[in-house]
């Protein structure tokens, strides 16, 4: 019997997937449009409904709304589906389920609230630094 030669490792593509340009275009358009507490957490190895949450506070209704409609610019350029939305008025936790990528957007009463980060404390949380280039 002939022995199995080994397989040449896969080669690696330096163009990201098209699931982390987007993840990158949501986070570089919330953080231009000034959302606070910022954070990115891959959930892939924790979810069956999806990769990454995004989670961001707005310090008001108006700017959770302007956020919201930033994001739908920046799903729509990209040609992502949005699955389901729900922003009750005036309820101060707005989430946009673009599949892969689940967006969460709070007042800052609420991220204390609902406690998201302790939720999913087994995620990793990604630099934000590497989503900004």
Not at 40 to 69: C, F, M, W
Request: positive net charge.
């Amino acid at each position: 019997m002939k022995p199995k030669t080994p397989r040449k490792p896969a080669k690696t593509s330096r163009k990201a997937s098209p699931t982390l340009q987007l993840l990158k275009l949501i986070v570089q358009a919330l953080d231009a449009k000034k959302a606070e507490d910022l954070r990115v957490l891959d959930v892939s190895k924790q979810s069956s409904i999806t990769d990454y949450l995004v989670l961001a506070n707005g310090n008001s209704e108006p700017h959770l709304r302007a956020l919201r409609i930033e994001l739908e610019k920046v799903l729509d350029d990209h040609k992502a589906r949005i699955l389901g939305m729900e922003t009750a008025k005036g309820s101060g936790w707005m989430v946009i389920d673009a599949f892969e990528v689940m967006v969460h957007l709070f007042t800052a009463e609420n991220r204390d609230k609902y406690r998201m980060e302790l939720l999913w404390k087994d995620a990793t949380d990604l630099p934000l630094a590497k989503l900004l280039k």
